[in-house]
Nanobody, 122 residues
Framework: QVQLVESGGGLVQPGGSLRLSCVAS????????MGWFRQAPVKWREFVAA????????SYGNSVKGRFTISRDNAKNTVYLQMNSLKPEDTAVYYC???????????????WGQGTQVTVSS
């Protein structure tokens, strides 16, 4: 069992940057693959980024490649999402997720945070 708490969301202008953090409870953080997903109103939850247990493998959704970077610090039980060159279409609630399987599918993750709102607007 793991509990996830996201932070770092907010309002930012187009072209700006934000860094999201997700802190996990428990001592088994390093045994989980981690992912970030987002959901805009009336849209499906969308894959954003994922990272393997030791951080050596990452993957990104096509819409964020080259702009977003996922990373993790296993000593701090934390996964990050650095978001640069933000666009209005990045506006969504961003969720952190954890599971032993990981990957790009929502169905691969059993543990979810409560979400943090990111709004990109001038």
């Amino acid at each position: 069992q793991v509990q996830l708490v996201e932070s770092g969301g907010g309002l930012v202008q187009p072209g700006g940057s934000l860094r999201l953090s997700c802190v996990a409870s428990g001592r088994t953080f390093r045994s989980y693959s981690m992912g970030w997903f987002r959901q805009a109103p009336v849209k499906w939850r969308e894959f954003v980024a994922a990272i393997s247990r030791n951080g050596d493998i990452t993957s990104y959704g096509n819409s964020v490649k080259g702009r977003f970077t996922i990373s993790r610090d296993n000593a701090k039980n934390t996964v990050y999402l650095q978001m640069n060159s933000l666009k209005p279409e990045d506006t969504a609630v961003y969720y952190c997720a954890a599971d032993s399987v990981g990957g790009t599918s929502v169905r691969n993750y059993n543990y979810w945070g409560q979400g943090t709102q990111v709004t990109v607007s001038s």
